[in-house]
């Protein structure tokens, strides 16, 4: 609930190949993130976007790229370059500056 | 950029007691401070934030304080309950940017 959606919940991967995950919203917020948590280390941000078609490059991008080409959409590729993928993924939007933050589901993925 | 340190990393309390979390930012334009609950393989839920035009903010068993001076904000949980278990973060934003910290720990022993 909470309209972000977040597909799917769990994805497994073999070392080596690229992966998309998916992050829709219909809360009409201009700004959305993507954020890795793992056990101890908090929430790590990756990329976050204001606009549609702009985006920054959050604390950990690196083997990490998004899109924006849609207001509702924000997907992240993990790519082959990320070297410890393995990682709780979280979506969040917001719409304002100063309004809370709105996470998804989350979506667990596995490398192996 | 800014740095938001959380403490304790962990917090045991006996039910009906208070738990006290403690965080520092170091970006004096920082101007919102959110707290946010996660529950074992869930998503973080906002439980209260406070706007920098303003010193105290409580929800029932729950307050934060803000000393922008000092830069520090503090989460404050009266008579706490065995379902007040759970990682609480703080996070503090000056812009669309939000920085969060590690998180605590907190168990309520019944």
């Known amino acids: 609930d909470g309209g972000i959606t977040q597909s799917p919940k769990y994805l497994f991967r073999k070392e080596g190949q690229n992966v998309t995950l998916s992050c829709e919203q219909n809360?009409?917020?201009?700004?959305m993130y993507w954020y890795r948590q793992d056990p101890g280390q908090g929430l790590r941000l990756i990329y976050y976007?204001?606009?549609?078609?702009?985006?920054q490059k959050g604390d950990i991008a690196e083997g990490y790229s998004v899109s924006r080409e849609k207001k509702e959409s924000f997907p992240l590729t993990v790519t082959s370059a990320q070297k410890n993928p393995t990682a709780f993924y979280l979506c969040?939007?917001?719409?304002?500056?100063?309004?809370?933050?709105?996470f998804g589901n989350g979506t667990r993925l596995t490398v192996t | 950029g800014e740095n938001v340190e959380q403490h304790p990393s962990t917090l045991s309390v006996q039910e009906g007691d208070s738990a006290v979390i403690k965080c520092t930012y170091s970006?004096?334009?920082?101007?919102?401070f959110p707290w946010y609950k996660q529950e074992l393989g869930k998503r973080p839920q906002l439980i209260i934030d406070i706007r920098s035009n303003v010193g105290e903010k409580k929800d029932q068993r729950i307050a934060v304080t803000l000393n922008k001076t000092a830069k520090h904000f503090s989460l404050h949980i009266t008579e706490t309950q065995p379902e007040d278990s759970a990682v609480y973060f703080c996070?503090?934003?000056?812009?669309?940017?939000?920085?969060f910290g590690k998180g605590t720990k907190l168990s309520v022993i019944p």
């Open positions: 976007s204001q606009i549609v078609n702009d985006f």
């Open positions: 809360l009409n917020h201009d700004a």
């Open positions: 996070a503090a934003s000056g812009s669309y940017q939000l920085t």
């Open positions: 970006d004096s334009a920082s101007n919102y």
């Open positions: 969040a939007s917001k719409g304002t500056a100063t309004s809370p933050l709105h």
